[in-house]
Nanobody
Framework: QVQLVESGGGLVQAGGSLRLSCAAS????????MGWFRQAPGKEREFVAS????????VYADSVKGRFTISRNNAENTVSLQMNSLKPEDTAVYRC????????????WGQGTQVTVSS
């Protein structure tokens, strides 16, 4: 069982930066792949970025590539999303998720944190 709690959201002007954090409970955090997803009002949830359990490999959505960076600290049970050059279209609720090894879908989800980018 893994519990996830996001923090770091807020209101920022276009071109600014935010850093989201996701704190995980449980002693097996290092065995989970982690991902960030977002959902804007009236839109479907979309994938933002993911990182493997050992932190070696990352994947990004094309819309955030070059602007966002996902990282993790297995000693502290955290995963972060550094967001730079933010755009109004990045406005959404951002949620982190955990996926067990060999699972095709994410098993655990956080409640989310709101990110609002003003133009």
């Amino acid at each position: 069982q893994v519990q996830l709690v996001e923090s770091g959201g807020g209101l920022v002007q276009a071109g600014g930066s935010l850093r989201l954090s996701c704190a995980a409970s449980g002693r097996t955090f290092s065995t989970y792949g982690m991902g960030w997803f977002r959902q804007a009002p009236g839109k479907e949830r979309e994938f933002v970025a993911s990182i493997t359990s050992n932190g070696v490999d990352t994947v990004y959505a094309d819309s955030v590539k070059g602007r966002f960076t996902i990282s993790r600290n297995n000693a502290e049970n955290t995963v972060s999303l550094q967001m730079n050059s933010l755009k109004p279209e990045d406005t959404a609720v951002y949620r982190c998720a955990a996926r067990a090894v060999l699972h095709n879908s994410y098993d655990y989800w956080g409640q989310g944190t709101q990110v609002t980018v003003s133009s």
